[in-house]
């Protein structure tokens, strides 16, 4: 089994940046592919950015290219999501997943294990 535990959401002001973490235990060697998925208030949920951790290649929702960056600590099962630039619609509850895929999907049908996600809030 795979636990991910997110952290470091918050409030922030349009234009803020914020630094999310998700710390992978477990079977950590039963996955090759990590991502940062969000579901805004009352809309479903929507792929931000995928890192396959075997080059490490990327992919990103086209929402956020240049504003965020996935990257992973292998040593430390750790995955981040440095966001900035903010926007109000970035307001989301935010999930990290973990699966198997040989590239960088944002397919959630290629995620297996999924956090309990943490809020970001953006405000104008």
């Given at each position: ?38 579901q ?5 949920r ?70 309990q ?8």
């Amino acid at each position: 089994q795979v636990q991910l535990v997110e952290s470091g959401g918050g409030s922030v002001q349009a234009g803020g940046s914020l630094r999310l973490s998700c710390v992978a235990s477990g079977y950590t060697a039963s996955f090759n592919l990590m991502g940062w998925f969000r579901q805004p208030p009352g809309k479903e949920r929507e792929a931000v950015a995928a890192i396959y951790r075997g080059n490490p290649s990327t992919s990103y929702a086209d929402s956020v290219k240049g504003r965020f960056t996935i990257f992973q600590d292998n040593a430390k099962n750790t995955l981040y999501l440095q966001m900035s630039s903010l926007k109000p619609g970035d307001t989301a509850m935010y999930y990290c997943a973990a699966g198997s895929w040989s590239f960088p999907s944002l397919s959630s049908r290629r995620y297996n294990y999924w956090g309990q996600g943490t809020q970001v809030t953006v405000s104008s």
